[in-house]
């Protein structure tokens, strides 16, 4: 009997360090977010839809682009701007699975919006996320976010409408980045809050860039704790983005 238990101690304990080094491997070395948003990801976003080859032959798309950076470069930045391809909305979640920190990120170029520029002011912006298109590098993650989490099936979108105007103070000029504070209605799963915020406007290449992060505290939004199992989060995370947008 007494081997038997031992037999059966040695078991449990030889599941548990194997469920302990998998949760370690997972988080560490598996799960692998993207980096956070950053400047740096707005200038390339900028810089990959201007971009044109010295010697490259001018079709009617660069010929566009190149109008619209000689029009933009005459006019300053006042008018309304579109979001341009490439823009990118995600959400980054604190979690710690068996002990181990570690970080769920998701991201969609599902976006669509515009601004409107007065002198030095965003005089007014309205943006649309399609919820549907979020994606991680886990299915399970996306199966939880669509369905327990966010619920896209009944709130299939997300929406920010800027509510004070963003005082930029200054004119930018091309490649500089000016700081400013938000403040807006943000909606997310059939809840709107207020909420205020940090961004930053590029200008580079006859277009505008905008970076940003939401802290999101979830029972504001009647988000359900994503914590699951033996995985637990934070009660808040950050949604994230990087825009660059066009001339209307």
């Known amino acids: 009997m007494k081997k038997h238990w031992k037999k059966l101690a040695t078991a449990v304990v030889a599941i ?8 370690f491997i997972y988080a ?6 993207d980096d956070e948003l950053n400047s740096g990801d707005v200038k390339d976003l900028l810089n990959a839809t201007t971009t044109i080859a010295p010697d490259a032959p001018v079709t009617t798309a660069a010929a566009s682009t190149q109008t619209t950076v000689a029009t933009v470069a005459a006019d300053g930045v006042e008018g309304e701007w579109v979001i341009a391809e490439g823009s990118e909305v995600g959400y980054r979640v604190d979690e710690s699975i068996n002990g181990f920190d570690t970080t769920a990120n998701g991201r969609t170029q599902a976006i669509t919006g515009t601004f409107t520029i007065g002198a030095t002011m965003v005089t007014a912006g309205e943006f649309t996320v399609d ?3 979020f994606k991680s590098d886990e299915s399970r993650r996306d199966g939880q976010f669509d369905g327990r989490i966010m619920d896209v099936a009944n709130f299939p979108t997300a929406t920010f409408v800027l509510t004070a105007p963003i005082d930029f103070k200054q004119v930018p000029t091309d490649g500089s980045t000016i700081p400013a504070t938000a403040t807006g209605d943000l909606t997310l799963r059939g809840i709107t809050q207020s909420v205020t915020f940090d961004v930053e406007a590029t200008f580079l290449n006859g277009r505008v860039g905008v970076l940003g992060k939401i802290p999101v505290v979830f029972a504001d939004f009647g988000i359900p704790n994503p ?5 637990t989060t934070e009660d808040n995370g950050i949604l994230e983005f ?3 947008f066009n001339r209307a």
């Open 28 to 33: 560490k070395f598996i799960n692998q977010p």
């Open 16 to 23: 548990i360090v194997i469920v302990i080094a998998g949760s």
């Open 227 to 231: 914590s699951v199992a033996t995985i």
């Open 242 to 244: 990087a825009l660059g």
């Open 131 to 133: 919820m549907t298109t």
